[in-house]
């Protein structure tokens, strides 16, 4: 990445394993970057890559003039911003907050009203591509929000990815991220269970794979995780099963939502919530092929 000088000063919050190297790459674009998270080693993780940390979520957005969340759900962000932690109390008069977390396009609504009574803005603004896309800095980047605001953020987005999509109205980038992974994950579940009946009757799991991506029946999962995590037996693409799980219930509320009986879309979200509540507490969303292979047992 090009190095520059870039006077914005910016503070991102939540410096996860998505948004630690998302930060970094900030940094390495010549931004001014506060860090902080609740881990205190994340913290000092951000540090040692070149970015200040700070040691709470208003201490790390005082002055700043774009404020990044890079969170868990909605709620969490919202009460970062303005609520207990009140991380927006000290901000650069008109300063302009973007969610780069995946959160319910409704929330996101809900806090724009709120931002812009104080004269703040919004853009939601999530991500797709991994950890791995997260470190080069290729992450596919997703915008809802005013032209303007949307313009605004473009050159701080384009520092941790190198497709970002205009995707409409504010909330759109969130609604879109949520049909994305449901989509993954439909097709997960058919991957996994494809490897599973093959299995049965005697293929090979990585024959079935290889052929499986030389056909029609190919996807994310097929192409980047049978091998890589699943059949190797790691499972650790390092997104959790339950971050799955939250996106895809996300989007069948939104479905719901407008009035629309999707009928693969409530079965894949009732699979994956029950295989959260199966599997143990941080499991990978790789691990979706142990539920379906003990489910398969159990008939």
């Not at 990445?1 to 940094?27: C, H, S």
């Not at 799980?245 to 999707?262: N, P, R, V």
Request: charged share 20%; glycine share 12%.
């Amino acid at each position: 990445m090009v190095e520059q000088t870039v006077a914005t000063k910016i503070a991102f919050i939540g410096l996860g394993r998505m948004g630690l190297p998302m930060a970094v790459n900030l940094v390495s674009a010549g931004y001014q970057v506060t860090g902080y998270d609740r881990s205190k080693e994340a913290g000092a993780a951000f540090a040692a890559k070149g970015g200040t940390a700070a040691d709470s979520a208003r201490a790390a957005a005082s002055g700043a003039e774009i404020v990044i969340t890079m969170l868990p759900t909605s709620a969490i962000v919202a009460s970062c911003l303005i609520g207990e932690e009140n991380a927006l109390a000290d901000v650069a008069p008109g300063a302009l907050v973007i969610d780069m977390s995946s959160s319910v396009p409704a929330d996101t609504l809900k806090l724009a009203e709120e931002l812009k009574t104080r004269g703040l803005s919004l853009v939601d603004a999530p991500v797709s591509g991994g950890v791995g896309k997260a470190i080069d800095g290729t992450l596919a980047i997703m915008v809802g929000g005013e032209a303007g605001d949307a313009a605004r953020a473009e050159p701080v987005l384009k520092a941790m990815g190198d497709r970002i999509f205009l995707a409409g109205k504010l909330g759109a980038g969130h609604v879109i991220k949520v049909l994305n992974n449901y989509v993954s994950a439909a097709g997960a579940l058919a991957a996994v269970e494809a490897l599973i009946v093959g299995r049965e009757f005697g293929l090979d799991e990585d024959v079935i794979t290889d052929i499986l991506n030389a056909s029609t029946g190919r996807n994310n999962t097929t192409e980047n995780k049978v091998k890589k995590f699943i059949l190797s037996g790691a499972f650790n693409s390092g997104f959790d099963l339950a971050l799955m799980s939250k996106d895809i219930g996300i989007a069948a509320g939104l479905a719901g939502d407008l009035g629309l009986d999707m009928k693969l879309l409530a079965r894949t979200s009732q699979e994956w919530n029950a295989a959260t509540d199966e599997l143990p507490a941080g499991a990978d969303h790789t691990e979706i092929y142990r539920y379906v292979d003990g489910g398969s047992r159990r008939g």
